[in-house]
């Protein structure tokens, strides 16, 4: 049945997957109306699109339209406060995500990946390796292509691979992956939510709906997924970087071994991944999983972890000027992220790039790591000063006005052999339009060098 038909939906929030939402309910007979409370001037692009589509809108409001509703498509950066949701909870409207609404047209296996940290880099390597195999895949959600643009080129024979966010499965009522991954959980996004146990909740929410049938790849080594995952119906199979697993997927003699139905199986030696870290070894434990228990076999597994070398502004290497090498880590928003990218240096001395809109987190974490590995600590945007009273007095702290300003200090600091590493351990928001344009800016400043 078609589930839009005649429906009078309600899109908040004029984002890429909100848009993407709204097109689509249209195609399959919605009336649908989009309600931004952003200013139209901040939102010429998404006017201009909305106008090509025919597709009615308001912005700098949430007018009673919204209240009129039969159900709420809404995009993951609209936090659900103000009056006009409580509003809709009192005439129980329901509300969703557009992840969620998606789904329901999607005929392809659902691979649905989240977690606090490595959901994007898992998220393309399980593609890649579904590629590799010669599976019709499309790879959508946070990772940056919203579901709703791509679920119609999906195939019965085929799979979707999405990486889900938080914000995202506060929307889910009936969304159900066959195959979930849980890779990772710590304290994030503290400015949204008032706990890191709501936090957690939400990304439980993801594989609530999950049953017997479906299966969950889960982090055996982190106690807060563990505690999770407690109570969930899909069938859970574990990966360790510690500890030998008599059902799931572990490191040994560095190796990746996989032991499933076909019994024990060296999948990759640790040292021809094509990703650097310890996190990463992480990450390729959970495709490994995710793979092999969708139908692939080794080899194309271990072709694909061999080749994939990653994804933009996640440790991308950029240049190498004077001896000097460059990376690109800026989606890299949270603490945990930065601890793991300055973590998959050894021997290097590190020019650190970090700073931006300020998440609630502390950075005190990074402390050893600050005092062990960083020569130099080069501070940006509103969280600066929070950042330099936790880690300044641990190391040579500078502040920069702007991301090109600070490229152009960390090289005056840096020598032959160094690393500079924009690794921000924040959001973006206060300074670029998302962590994309931090980074593109991050890589125009270094070739510009």
Same mark, same amino acid.
């Given at each position: 049945?078609?589930?839009?038909?005649?429906?009078?939906?309600?899109?908040?929030?004029?984002?890429?997957?909100?848009?993407?939402?709204?097109?689509?309910?249209?195609?399959?007979?919605?009336?649908?109306?989009?309600?931004?409370?952003?200013?139209?001037?901040?939102?010429?692009?998404?006017?201009? +699109?909305?106008? @090509?589509?025919?597709?009615?809108?308001?912005?700098?409001?949430? @007018?009673?339209?919204?209240?009129?509703?039969?159900?709420?498509?809404? @995009?993951?950066?609209?936090?659900?406060?103000?009056?006009?949701?409580? $509003?809709?909870?009192?005439?129980?409207?329901?509300?969703?995500?557009? &992840?969620?609404?998606?789904?329901?047209? &999607?005929?392809?296996?659902? +691979?649905?990946?989240?977690?606090?940290?490595? #959901?994007?880099?898992?998220?393309?390597?399980?593609?890649?390796? &579904?590629?590799?195999?010669?599976?019709?895949?499309?790879?959508?959600g946070n990772i940056g292509t919203a579901l709703s643009d791509c679920v119609e080129s999906g195939v019965a024979e085929g799979f979707a691979v999405v990486e889900v966010s938080s914000f995202q499965s506060e929307g889910f009522l009936n969304f159900c992956p066959h195959i979930?991954?849980?890779?990772?959980?710590?304290?994030?996004?503290?400015?949204?939510?008032? @706990?890191?146990?709501?936090?957690?909740?939400?990304?439980?929410?993801? =594989?609530?709906?999950?049953?017997?049938? /479906?299966?969950?790849?889960?982090?055996?080594?982190?106690?807060?997924?563990?505690?999770?995952?407690?109570?969930?119906?899909?069938?859970?199979?574990?990966?360790?970087?510690?500890?030998?697993?008599?059902?799931?997927?572990?490191?040994?003699?560095?190796?990746?071994?996989?032991?499933?139905?076909?019994?024990? $199986?060296?999948?990759?030696?640790?040292?021809?991944?094509?990703?650097?870290?310890?996190?990463?070894?992480?990450?390729?434990?959970?495709?490994?999983?995710?793979?092999?228990?969708?139908?692939?076999?080794?080899?194309?597994?271990?072709?694909?972890?061999?080749?994939? !070398?990653?994804?933009?502004?996640?440790?991308?290497?950029?240049?190498?000027?004077?001896?000097?090498?460059?990376?690109?880590?800026?989606?890299?928003?949270?603490?945990?992220?930065? =601890?793991?990218?300055?973590?998959?240096? !050894?021997?290097?001395? +590190?020019?650190?790039?970090?700073?931006? !809109?300020? #998440?609630?987190?502390?950075?005190?974490?990074?402390? /050893?790591?600050?005092?062990?590995?960083?020569?130099?600590?080069?501070?940006?945007? $509103?969280?600066?000063?929070?950042?330099?009273? /936790?880690?300044?007095?641990?190391? !040579?702290?500078?502040?920069?006005?702007?991301?090109?300003?600070?490229?152009?200090?960390?090289?005056?600091?840096?020598?032959?052999?160094?690393?500079?590493? &924009?690794?921000?351990?924040?959001?973006?928001?206060?300074?670029?339009?998302?962590?994309?344009?931090?980074?593109?800016?991050?890589?125009?400043?270094?070739?510009?060098?």
């Open positions: 049945m078609n589930p839009f038909n005649g429906k009078k939906i309600v899109v908040i929030g004029a984002a890429r997957s909100g848009i993407a939402a709204a097109k689509l309910v249209k195609r399959h007979g919605a009336s649908v109306f989009v309600s931004d409370i952003a200013a139209a001037e901040n939102k010429t692009v998404e006017v201009n +699109i909305l106008k @090509s589509e025919n597709i009615p809108y308001e912005f700098g409001t949430h @007018s009673s339209r919204v209240t009129e509703a039969d159900f709420i498509i809404i @995009s993951p950066g609209v936090p659900r406060t103000g009056a006009i949701f409580t $509003e809709m909870a009192a005439r129980h409207i329901p509300i969703y995500s557009e &992840l969620e609404i998606a789904s329901w047209l &999607l005929t392809s296996v659902l +691979i649905a990946v989240t977690g606090t940290n490595g #959901k994007t880099t898992t998220t393309a390597l399980i593609g890649e390796i &579904l590629k590799v195999a010669g599976k019709p895949t499309l790879v959508a979930g991954v849980l890779l990772n959980l710590s304290p994030d996004h503290m400015d949204r939510y008032d @706990s890191a146990e709501a936090y957690y909740a939400a990304k439980r929410k993801t =594989f609530e709906n999950q049953r017997s049938e /479906d299966f969950l790849v889960y982090n055996a080594d982190d106690p807060a997924v563990n505690k999770l995952i407690e109570g969930l119906r899909s069938r859970k199979i574990p990966f360790s970087l510690t500890s030998e697993i008599e059902y799931g997927a572990y490191v040994s003699n560095h190796q990746i071994i996989c032991v499933l139905d076909q019994g024990k $199986e060296v999948i990759i030696g640790t040292d021809d991944i094509g990703i650097r870290g310890k996190h990463n070894l992480a990450n390729a434990l959970a495709a490994t999983l995710a793979a092999r228990l969708a139908g692939i076999d080794a080899t194309a597994i271990r072709d694909a972890l061999m080749q994939f !070398k990653g994804v933009e502004h996640r440790l991308e290497f950029v240049r190498e000027v004077n001896g000097v090498k460059f990376y690109n880590d800026s989606k890299a928003t949270n603490v945990d992220s930065t =601890f793991f990218a300055l973590d998959s240096f !050894k021997q290097e001395k +590190i020019i650190l790039i970090a700073g931006g !809109k300020h #998440k609630g987190a502390p950075y005190t974490p990074l402390s /050893d790591l600050i005092r062990q590995k960083v020569k130099t600590l080069v501070l940006i945007g $509103e969280a600066a000063t929070l950042i330099e009273n /936790d880690l300044g007095k641990l190391t !040579k702290t500078i502040r920069a006005q702007s991301l090109q300003e600070a490229v152009q200090r960390a090289f005056k600091e840096s020598a032959n052999g160094d690393v500079v590493l &924009l690794s921000p351990a924040c959001a973006s928001y206060d300074m670029f339009k998302n962590y994309e344009d931090r980074g593109l800016q991050f890589k125009q400043a270094v070739y510009g060098l």
